[in-house]
């Protein structure tokens, strides 16, 4: 016959062995991280030959060393590649794709970004920033599947042109989404444009950044300062080229690219750098 002393320490036991298989039986279908997964990612070269080629991949030009191309292109052999991906607004013509994940307004209409045609997504809770970051999170996994060293993902700068709707909390969220999954595939992620969140690259997992117009706008110094010479610049203007060019041509890739950027047999097709 057991002891009282006994008999306590008999339940303390069964207490904790019950409540350790309800936090096993709880937690079984909770993935355990695997920390050899990730590959290391490398970044772009600094101040290298550069095209822009996402409205059509092609031969790159002589002495071009880094390529933005399409998710859906393939990436330019002997290069470093850099994969665009649309990740906060729709393609054109694109919504069916996308469900309840497009932004509407209050009256229930999609809203749209005016300038090019492309619906907005909805960043604005979790659960559509979790549905928004698996479908992206395709095309990455396409990009990696492919070769691309790093990704692209346009738009981070959204919620700038859309302020009563969306905010920049919002933005870095969905964006620290992606920076985790490209990571995983061992991709670079480069921030796109956004010189109000440059300073917070490190916390939202961001490596280098794609800038369009830092010379038109004079906005190139706030991206050296948070990222250094890992700064990729497109002008589409010869102004804007000439001012790019004199204040960060020895230390920045920059070129000058038709606003369409189209292909070579395009009439419309510039290319040019410094």
């Known amino acids: 016959m057991m002891s009282r002393a006994q008999v306590a320490a008999a339940a303390v036991a069964l207490a904790v062995s019950a409540t350790t298989a309800v936090l096993i039986t709880a937690n079984a279908d909770q993935p355990t991280p695997n920390t050899d997964v990730r590959v290391e990612s490398t970044l772009p070269p600094a101040h290298a030959?550069?095209?822009y080629q996402i409205g059509g991949a092609y031969d790159p030009?002589?002495?071009v060393e880094v390529v933005s191309r399409d998710h859906g292109a393939d990436p330019a052999p002997g290069l470093y590649n850099i994969c665009y991906v649309n990740a906060f607004q729709a393609q054109p013509g694109a919504e069916d794709e996308w469900g309840?994940?497009?932004?509407?307004d209050d009256a229930g209409e999609i809203v749209y970004d005016d300038d090019w045609g492309e619906a907005i997504l909805d960043i604005r809770t979790a659960e559509r920033r979790q549905g928004i970051a698996a479908k992206?999170?395709?095309w990455i996994d396409e990009c990696a599947d492919k070769g691309f060293h790093a990704v692209e993902p346009d738009n981070y700068d959204t919620f700038t042109r859309f302020p009563e709707l969306l905010t920049a909390d919002q933005a870095q969220a969905m964006i620290r989404l992606l920076a985790t999954h490209a990571h995983d595939r061992g991709l670079a992620i480069g921030q796109k444009n956004t010189a109000e969140l440059a300073d917070a690259r490190e916390r939202n997992g961001l490596d280098f950044a794609v800038v369009e117009e830092c010379g038109h706008y004079e906005e190139?110094?706030?991206?050296t300062a948070a990222f250094?010479?890992?700064v990729i610049v497109i002008e589409y203007t010869d102004?804007?080229?000439?001012?790019a060019c004199d204040g960060w041509g020895?230390?920045?890739s920059i070129v000058r690219r038709d606003v369409d950027v189209s292909t070579p047999d395009d009439e419309g097709y510039v290319y040019r750098t410094c």
């Not at 309840?100 to 509407?104: E, G, P, Q």
């Not at 190139?220 to 991206?223: K, R, Y």
Request: net charge negative; proline share 3%.
């Open 61 to 63: 030009p002589a002495g």
């Open 49 to 51: 030959g550069f095209d």
């Open 100 to 104: 309840d994940l497009l932004l509407r």
């Open 136 to 138: 992206v999170g395709e």
């Open 239 to 243: 102004e804007g080229l000439t001012t």
């Open 250 to 252: 020895d230390r920045l």
């Open 228 to 230: 250094g010479d890992h």
């Open 220 to 223: 190139c110094g706030d991206f």
